[in-house]
């Protein structure tokens, strides 16, 4: 009987999806993702030619959305509570490529459960129904919640299908990305004979390259093949390959982003067996995480060789960039522990930065870091305690501290609490930013660690003036102070440091460590007259960033991080629709990294100052006229319309109940004839009624409007 109601249970279930199915067509993977050759070579990657249709396809579902439907209910796949698989075609097509595209389910709880998408298994042929959106560069679709439409189950393949042979080359030639191999987006392929670098020992990802130099990238976004908090523990004894690995094998389903193309090893044996190890450099650490003066540093690293023996060990390492000088590494204990002390340096605020190497007795060498320019271990010598701005202090463009994974005490002002930065989605998280003083590398974020991390929620404010002591970490990125061990909040209601004004081009698009933008990291920044050039920095995945630019170049702002009402999507109640062209006089935030970009992110919406939008008008306005606000009443924001036939000297201003001016929101600015749309941020005014006065050549014209908190 207990294999009798599963076979039944899904012959009932393809019978209701079918049902529910029906009105919407049936396409393959095929026609959402093609694009000709021609397109993608002029065009770079266009977003899907069925991009926000609802429609029904099929295929083979690559990687099962849970471990066990019944016993283990983990995700494989990570994507924060959602379900997702991949899915590949069922038989080939026309163009024998773009067969393959992510499935994710957004809301998994209640009634939504009804779409049995968690019981769907490897090799099974199913059919979905959903919308076709984008993620960045990457098509995706997302089921079907409105109504919840169950999935069918069509049959059960023997396998799932084998992968594509293709080479490293096909996805960077030389350095250049081969924008042809979107063809391969979302489908299942294999590369051989690699050699593995760039290993990360806190989320297990590594770089694929081979023999010529080309390069792709592992993602650890499958539970069998990650160190962070989804592995699935238990199932999977995963480590990423020592740099310098030879790899058999390595398949995967492909991701496309802006920096390169990602591989996503679903399955234990999706990652072939080394053919050669060079030594393993593990454990590297310093003696002291503040180093004084004249002080010695004893540097120790467990050098270990997996398929033989060590045979020497060495450390380089300069002081402020002048000659590498060699120490010799001497065995220190049958824990294959090596050491070797750098001599104290007579001068303060130095900079020593070092290296270690190894070789084995097949003569193979490894280095750690293997990037020696931009990812040397440092630490700097004072004679005084460390401050953020030494925590932040990255000279090389690694962005890593000199102090990671070493416990710090820092003191500054919070610029950002968890009301203020309240993270969105499954993808990012609250945070909080505190701050020493002003200029480059003066910020830092704070995480919610154990043990303390349930305590700081919350409690921490703008203005607080806070010593903490805590351990340096690099996340994704980003420098952050995390298992916080103790704090104090010396003084509340203090000043915050004056924002950085930069220009956008400072920042650009891109960079990730580049010097001259990692200063600026978790610092509080302004943009100044920057113009709203593009709504959506991804194209039309409405991923709630946008570009700006002051006239020196684009940079991104992430407006859905922030606890404001300004949104680039489809918008919610009491929302402000961004639109293009629209301008700032001042535009206010932290400066944060993620996804290969370094972007702005607006607190509250008083961090947008004199919002103003030009509509999209055909035909010039006949009249000078103010529209009624809307929302009204409001709070805190409300839009103010107005059109102008000619040219003038704009003003519009807020007056209480009493006459008393109380804001001014557009001051002296000359404007061209056309329909415009300003916003009125009310955050630090009271309920009330109040009166909004435009003034332009010898027109005057006054409303009323009514703010309820």
């Known amino acids: 009987m207990k294999k009798f109601i599963p076979f039944l249970f899904l012959v009932l279930l393809s019978f209701s999806g079918v049902l529910l199915a029906q009105s919407y067509p049936l396409v393959t993977i095929e026609d959402i993702q093609f694009q000709s050759d021609s397109s993608l070579l002029n065009n770079g990657d266009l977003q899907s030619p069925l991009y926000g249709d609802t429609v029904r396809f099929r295929g083979v579902v690559m990687v099962a959305p849970v471990v066990n439907a019944t016993t283990d209910r983990r995700r494989i796949i990570a994507a924060g509570a959602r379900w997702t698989t991949y899915l590949q075609?069922?038989?080939?097509?026309?163009?024998?490529?773009?067969d393959g595209i992510f499935i994710l389910q957004e809301d998994t709880t209640g009634a939504n459960q009804g779409t049995f998408f968690d019981l769907v298994d490897t090799a099974q042929v199913?059919?979905?129904?959903?919308?076709?959106?984008?993620?960045?560069?990457?098509?995706?679709?997302?089921?079907?919640?409105n109504p919840v439409t169950p999935v069918t189950i069509i049959s059960q393949l023997p396998k799932r299908p084998d992968p594509k042979e293709l080479s490293v080359s096909d996805f960077d030639d030389g350095g250049t990305l081969n924008i042809l191999a979107e063809r391969y987006e979302g489908e299942y392929i294999v590369v051989r004979n690699v050699i593995t670098s760039d290993r990360n020992l806190s989320s297990g990802t590594f770089t694929i390259n081979d023999a010529q130099g080309n390069k792709m990238y592992m993602y650890d976004q499958s539970g069998y093949f990650t160190l962070r908090g989804h592995r699935l523990t238990g199932l999977t004894d995963y480590q990423p390959p020592q740099d310098g690995s030879f790899l058999s094998y390595i398949r995967g389903t492909v991701n496309t982003r802006t920096d390169g193309y990602y591989l996503v090893p679903m399955y234990p044996g999706d990652i072939g067996p080394t053919t050669i190890s060079p030594p393993i450099i593990s454990n590297v650490r310093r003696n002291s995480a503040e180093v004084a003066t004249?002080?010695?540093?004893?540097?120790?690293?467990?050098?270990?060789?997996?398929?033989?023996?060590?045979?020497?060990g060495r450390v380089y390492y300069r002081v402020d960039g002048g000659q590498r000088l060699m120490l010799?590494?001497?065995?220190?204990?049958?824990?294959?522990l090596y050491k070797a002390t750098i001599p104290g340096i007579n001068s303060d605020s130095s900079i020593v930065d070092f290296y270690l190497w190894a070789k084995d007795d097949q003569d193979l060498v490894a280095i750690n870091p293997t990037d020696t320019v931009q990812n040397n271990y440092f630490y700097l010598v004072l004679n005084r305690p460390v401050t953020i701005q030494d925590v932040q202090y990255s000279p090389f463009g690694g962005g890593y501290s000199g102090y990671t994974n070493y416990e710090v005490t820092i003191g500054g002002i919070i610029t950002a609490d968890s009301s203020d930065v309240k993270g969105f989605g499954s993808s990012s998280f609250a945070r909080n930013y505190i701050q020493n003083g002003e200029g480059p590398w003066s910020g830092l974020q704070i995480s919610f660690g154990d043990p303390f991390g349930t305590e700081l929620f919350g409690v921490l404010r703008r203005g607080d003036d806070v010593t903490m002591t805590g351990t340096i970490q690099e996340s994704f990125g980003v420098t952050r102070i995390n298992n916080v061990t103790s704090y104090t909040i010396n003084s509340s209601g203090n000043p915050l440091p004056s924002p950085q004004v930069l220009s956008t081009g400072t920042i650009g698009v891109l960079g990730d460590g580049d010097v001259v933008k990692e200063q600026w990291e978790s610092v509080l920044v302004q943009y100044q007259n920057a113009e709203i050039t593009n709504i959506n920095a991804d194209g039309t995945s409405n991923f709630g960033e946008m570009y700006v630019n002051d006239g020196s170049g684009d940079t991104r702002v992430e407006l859905e991080d922030g606890n404001n009402s300004y949104q680039n999507g489809s918008g919610s109640p009491g929302s402000i629709l961004v639109q293009q062209n629209a301008t700032f006089d001042q535009l206010i935030g932290i400066m944060y990294y993620s996804f290969s970009n370094y972007k702005l992110v607006p607190r509250k919406d008083d961090d947008f100052v004199n919002y103003t939008n030009i509509a999209d008008e055909t035909e010039l306005p006949s009249e000078y006229g103010l529209e009624q606000n809307y929302p009204n009443p409001f709070n805190p924001s409300t839009t103010i319309q107005y059109s102008l036939p000619e040219a003038g000297t704009v003003n519009i201003n807020i007056f209480n109940i009493l006459g008393e001016n109380v804001k001014t929101i557009i001051n002296n600015s000359n404007q061209a004839a056309g329909t415009y749309?300003?916003?009125?941020?009310?955050?630090s005014l009271p309920s009330g009624?109040?009166?909004?006065?435009?003034?332009?050549?010898?027109?005057?014209q006054v409303k009323k409007m009514i703010l309820m908190k």
Do not use: C, W
């Open 89 to 98: 075609d069922v038989d080939g097509n026309v163009h024998d490529d773009f």
């Open 126 to 145: 199913v059919e979905f129904t959903g919308v076709v959106s984008e993620f960045n560069t990457t098509t995706e679709f997302f089921l079907l919640l």
């Open 294 to 312: 004249n002080q010695s540093v004893e540097i120790s690293a467990k050098l270990n060789d997996l398929d033989g023996t060590i045979q020497e």
């Open 328 to 336: 010799p590494m001497t065995f220190s204990s049958s824990d294959t």
């Open 677 to 683: 749309k300003a916003v009125f941020n009310a955050s």
């Open 689 to 700: 009624i109040y009166f909004y006065r435009l003034e332009v050549n010898n027109f005057v």
